[in-house]
């Protein structure tokens, strides 16, 4: 051996002794040839016994198989990953490695550097959960250096200061502290620093230049040489602290400046205080008033009585009452009186507050004489200025049912009738504003429910100043009128014999139908309807016995539509249903309109009774479908009858589209429900499997997605079959074959090591889930396969679970304890209430591709996300994004914290065979 391999051999035993990173080597099998004492203390092993081991041994994150691939694949590479090692004693350390692979005079070995990472995740750990509760508080925060820069702050502090969090980490204290002297702030720095907190009222100045008040808790963290605060706005709490001192000095200037009379007396009546307006009203100067007594100005009772009635109100906590008062000139003036008694160190006063109503009293004296004209009038109201109903007279009861008790102190809406919208109150307000009145045909509502029209006129009563003061109301009953226009009406746009609309009022409402179909985008259709044989019944039975049977098939028809559509009859034998509101897809109004002309069909195939004969006819229907756009309603009718005449042609009794290619979508539709009852029984569906991973791309397990192999279309995908199938409740066999499909997949998994622990995602149908028994379902399936219930995932969606949600927590709870795993698929595409998901008793949430997709150039997004994220944290649940297609989206959610995946990334869905190939 030459001196310089001794040389290189003892550098190479002194860096093995003294790293402090566990190094060791392994030959190609992950056999451990040599370590050092830094690696024996990591694993707790001596050296002699560690000599034994072999990489899987100590790792505990992949299996034996899965090492033999990473060592391969580390052949003449370096590469740098985390893993899991497992102590002699059983317990796991999180550790770093670094290891290179390198060929040897033709032997492969292993160069490997372990680090001890176990505290760096701790604190990366605290540190996830320290900015979760700072971002998460109400409360502004922010942490500043010993130089007083701003080195952390949340979003509850930038909303207070109108900054944003990137603008207040380039800013100082002193830019927000509204103080100018700086010597009181350094002192309080300094106070800080040696007793380590302090809690004070400063003022922040707002971005805008505004001041808010603020309340600081701050603590010193010496270690770390920074100071951090909690920031509470107390701008309103000052400001209540300021509108009481104001109160005080209102409450002092009460006295001086009140309109009303307000005094004070002892127990024996004397005057202790009086106000001006007191002094004025009973014509005294402030000294004159001083001497007086209860009795001076009181010119109601007797002293006698005056003292009974005195020893009573100082009890009380608050009287009202009206009285006289006598003038220092002796004359006399109507008063209402307000007293409180209350005590006072010890003594008992009687504040008051006196009110000149002696023009109130010769008010009401002449509303006393104007009671007999008043009553004379027709139907009358009076209401002040608010609308307050103050009088009614005899007329306006016995039109309305109300006694004047009922409405006096009530407001003219308790007549409404519902018929009117706030348009039209507006307008007729705005008519009385202008010009001081108004009249016109209104609809109101009587005591008994009855709503009735009338002819009303109100007249706005105005007082000296031109400010109204009162209105008045009178109204004449026009039911009769009224009843007579309604019968013209009636004549002019129903038809007489069936009272259906006639053509004239199809086609009007055929016009607003197709205004608001196309502001809406919801179809309609119109269905022209014509009896057959109807002639031959004509000529057999005779006219009396053909109005008959038309007289019930407009009560039939009537009973087949919806309300909101229309019936109608053209003459003779011609009926015509209009349909609104139907889908947007034109696909499927076709189908909603096509299932209610069978229907119509199958009523019109009933007998009917015309006196003693019974007669059986049948109809033929054609339909056209309306958008709004560019549609006229004639054009509308005539293909309708275009149609019905294609349908006579096609034998009669049966319904014909005037649009031949919806004809044929309705033929395809058809044929496509009649392969899907067939489906099931020729064994025509397959499940692929698409994988979902971790973030170093190890498969955690799948979810079982369905696709049909038809024989002559190929292989259909989900969404050209699965809404035919709810519709039609063919989802429930096919939902059950999914079931048992997947719990049989997780039992053959079962047995190889590669996939035991591997958990199968499935989809529910909103149908499926609301079955009585669907738990029940769900048990049978988990013990008839003999499968671990945890690994069987179900995926619901947020609309499904919101229909009934007691409902829904029960079945949940039920399939919770059997320990099946619930899964929220796409979450955040719907409308789901925070306050029922706390409640339902989820495993894990989906974050929608949706939201993926544009992850890294949609800041929208990337907030939705991370919103998500700490949420789902916050609520204990597991989380997986779907629809991970690139890197970058991957390290953004890895970055955030969500480490489980579904994508193209990591694999398109595959049937069972090819899933289990890339397992490999």
């Not at 004492?37 to 990489?55: K, Q």
């Amino acid at each position: 051996m030459t001196t310089e391999t001794k040389a290189q051999l003892r550098f190479y035993q002194m860096l093995m002794k003294n790293a402090l990173d566990g190094i060791h080597v392994m030959d190609a099998q992950g056999n451990l040839i040599e370590a050092n004492d830094s690696f024996c203390e990591m694993l707790g092993y001596t050296r002699a016994e560690v000599g034994s081991l072999n990489i899987a041994d100590w790792n505990a994150q992949w299996s034996k198989a899965e090492l033999q691939a990473r060592l391969r694949a580390v052949v003449g590479k370096s590469a740098r990953f985390e893993t899991v090692h497992r102590r002699k004693d059983g317990g796991l350390i999180d550790v770093e490695i670094s290891s290179t692979g390198i060929d040897i005079e033709g032997k492969i070995y292993f160069f490997a550097s372990s680090r001890d990472i176990g505290e760096r995740k701790k604190y990366e750990a605290l540190m996830r959960r320290h900015t979760l509760v700072i971002n998460n508080s109400h409360e502004g925060f922010w942490g500043v250096d010993q130089q007083g820069k701003l080195v952390e702050v949340n979003q509850a502090y930038a909303d207070m200061t109108g900054y944003s969090v990137e603008e207040l980490l380039r800013m100082h204290v002193a830019d927000l502290e509204a103080i100018d002297d700086m010597q009181a702030m350094q002192a309080r720095v300094k106070r800080i620093i040696e007793q380590g907190h302090e809690l004070f009222e400063t003022r922040h100045r707002h971005k805008d230049g505004h001041l808010v008040d603020v309340e600081i808790s701050v603590s010193y963290v010496a270690e770390l040489q920074q100071f951090f605060a909690f920031a509470r706005d107390i701008t309103e709490r000052k400001r209540i602290e300021h509108d009481r001192n104001a109160l005080a000095l209102r409450q002092q200037a009460l006295m001086s400046s009140a309109l009303e009379g307000i005094h004070i007396m002892d127990i024996l009546g004397n005057l202790v205080e009086a106000n001006d307006t007191f002094c004025h009203m009973l014509g005294y100067s402030r000294e004159e008033i001083g001497t007086l007594n209860v009795a001076d100005w009181d010119a109601q009772w007797s002293l006698e009585e005056l003292m009974g009635r005195f020893r009573v109100l100082i009890q009380l906590n608050g009287a009202r009452f009206e009285t006289r008062h006598r003038r220092r000139d002796g004359s006399l003036i109507d008063v209402e009186v307000s007293t409180t008694g209350v005590e006072i160190d010890g003594q008992q006063y009687l504040f008051a507050s006196s009110h000149d109503i002696t023009h109130r009293k010769q008010a009401e004296t002449d509303l006393r004489i104007a009671a007999t004209a008043f009553e004379s009038q027709e139907s009358l109201i009076i209401t002040d200025a608010n609308g307050v109903i103050l009088r009614v007279n005899q007329a306006f009861t016995e039109s309305t049912g109300y006694a004047a008790g009922e409405v006096v102190g009530q407001t003219p809406r308790l007549l409404k009738s519902g018929r009117h919208d706030a348009d039209f109150y507006r307008e007729m307000w705005a008519a009385i504003t202008d010009t001081g009145t108004w009249q016109g045909e209104i609809w109101d509502r009587r005591k008994n429910g009855e709503v009735y029209p009338k002819w009303l006129t109100i007249t706005a009563v105005k007082g000296e100043d031109g400010a109204v003061t009162h209105y008045v109301g009178s109204h004449t009953d026009i039911t009769e009128r009224k009843a007579a226009e309604e019968k013209i009406q009636q004549l002019a746009f129903h038809d007489p014999l069936t009272r259906l609309p006639n053509r004239q009022l199809l086609l009007d409402r055929l016009g607003q139908a197709l205004a608001s179909s196309a502001r809406s985008g919801r179809q309609g259709a119109l269905l022209f309807i014509d009896l057959d044989n109807f002639k031959t019944l004509n000529d057999t039975l005779g006219h009396v016995m053909g109005d008959l049977l038309l007289q019930q098939v407009a009560g039939h028809l009537t009973a087949c539509v919806r309300e909101g559509d229309t019936v109608a009859r053209l003459g003779g034998d011609e009926f015509v249903v209009m349909l609104e509101n139907l889908s947007e897809q034109p696909i499927e109004a076709v189908g909603q309109a096509g299932a209610i002309g069978e229907k119509i069909l199958a009523v019109l195939n009933q007998p009917y009774q015309l006196g003693s004969n019974v007669f059986r006819s049948s109809g033929s229907i054609g339909a056209t479908v309306f958008s709004g756009e560019s549609q006229e309603a004639e054009e509308l009718l005539k293909q309708a009858d275009i149609a019905m005449y294609q349908a006579k042609k096609a034998g009669r009794n049966t319904l014909r589209f005037f649009d031949h290619r919806m004809q044929e979508l309705i033929n395809t539709r058809a044929v496509l429900e009649g392969e899907l009852h067939r489906a099931l029984d020729n064994r025509q569906f397959q499940l692929y499997y698409q994988v979902q991973a971790d973030s170093a791309g190890h498969p955690l397990g799948a979810e079982a997605l369905i696709r049909w192999m038809h024989p002559e279309r190929g292989m259909m995908h989900p969404a050209q079959f699965i809404s035919l199938a709810e519709e039609t409740s063919l989802i429930l066999p096919i939902g059950k074959w999914v079931l048992e499909t997947a719990c049989a997949q997780l039992k053959a998994w079962a047995h190889d090591e590669r996939t035991r622990n591997l958990a199968l995602a499935v989809n529910i149908s909103a149908l499926q889930f609301h079955q009585a028994d669907f738990a029940t379902e769900v048990q049978a399936a988990v013990r008839r396969h003999s499968i671990n219930p945890a690994l069987l995932k179900l995926e619901l969606t947020e609309s499904m679970l919101l229909e009934d949600i007691e409902e829904t927590l029960g079945t949940m709870n039920a399939l919770n304890a059997i320990g099946v795993r619930l899964s929220l698929d796409d979450f955040g595409t719907g409308y789901s209430s925070l306050q029922y998901l706390k409640r339902l008793p989820l495993s894990q949430l989906k974050i929608d591709q949706s939201f993926v997709r544009d992850i890294t150039v949609d800041a929208n997004d990337a907030a939705i996300v991370q919103t998500i994220i700490a949420m789902t944290e916050a609520l204990g649940l597991d989380l997986i994004a779907e629809g991970v297609e690139v890197e970058a989206q991957r390290e953004f959610l890895a970055a955030h914290g969500c480490h489980a995946f579904q994508g193209y990334l990591f694999g398109k869905p595959v049937p069972i065979e090819q899933f289990e190939l890339l397992l490999a």
